[in-house]
C-alpha cells in the first residue's frame, strides 16, 4: 500500500528528489524521532516502504519521511495503526483522485478550446464564398496560405 513519494504535492520536478532514497535507517530515525525498531515495524506493516540499497540496507526518502512524521502525528493523537493505516490510504486514494480532476480539467480546457476553433472555422465557412473549392481550400484561402490553385 505505501509507496515512497505519496506524500508528494505535485511540483514540477520534485518528487524525484522527495522519493530518492537517502537515508539509512538511523538517520531516519533520528529525523523523525522514532526508534529504527518502529520503522521496522512501520515497514512491516505497510505504512511505509524504503528503498533498498545494493547490500539491502534501508534507505528512506525525504516522502519517507515526511510520511513518518505524519504517522507519528497521529499516534501521538491516539489513533492506533489500524486507524493509520486507514487514514494513509484514504489520503492515497484521495491524492490520486484530485490528480485525475486535474488531469480532466485540463483536458476539458483542451477540447473547449477545439470546440471553439471549429466553431469559428464554421462561421468563417459560412461566411465564405465556395465557387466549388472544398471547406478545407476556403479557410487555407482566408487565412492567406492557400494555394490559388482551385484543384487542391
Known amino acids: 500500500m505505501a509507496t515512497s513519494g505519496t506524500l508528494n504535492n505535485g511540483g514540477s520536478g520534485q518528487g524525484s ?3 530518492k532514497p537517502l537515508y539509512m535507517i538511523s538517520v531516519a530515525a533520528e529525523l523523525t524521532g ?3 525498531q518502529t520503522l521496522r515495524v512501520y515497514e512491516q506493516k505497510g505504512l ?4 533498498r540499497s545494493r547490500g539491502n540496507t534501508r534507505l528512506y526518502s525525504q516522502a519517507d519521511i515526511d510520511r513518518l512524521n505524519l504517522i507519528s502525528k497521529l499516534t501521538d493523537e491516539g489513533i492506533n495503526l489500524a486507524g493509520v493505516v486507514r487514514i494513509m490510504d484514504m489520503r492515497e486514494r ?3 483522485k484530485d490528480k485525475e480532476i486535474d488531469e480532466l480539467r485540463a483536458r476539458v480546457r483542451e477540447l473547449e478550446d477545439e470546440v471553439h476553433e471549429f466553431r ?3 462561421k468563417i465557412t459560412a461566411l465564405a464564398r465556395y465557387d466549388g473549392q472544398s471547406p478545407e481550400q476556403v479557410m487555407r484561402n482566408l487565412l492567406g496560405d492557400g494555394n490559388d ?3 487542391n
Not at 511505509?48 to 528503498?51: A, S
Open 17 to 19: 528528489d522527495r522519493d
Open 34 to 36: 522514532m526508534h529504527p
Open 48 to 51: 511505509v516502504t524504503p528503498g
Open 94 to 96: 484521495a491524492q490520486e
Open 120 to 122: 469559428m472555422r464554421e
Open 149 to 151: 490553385d482551385p484543384a
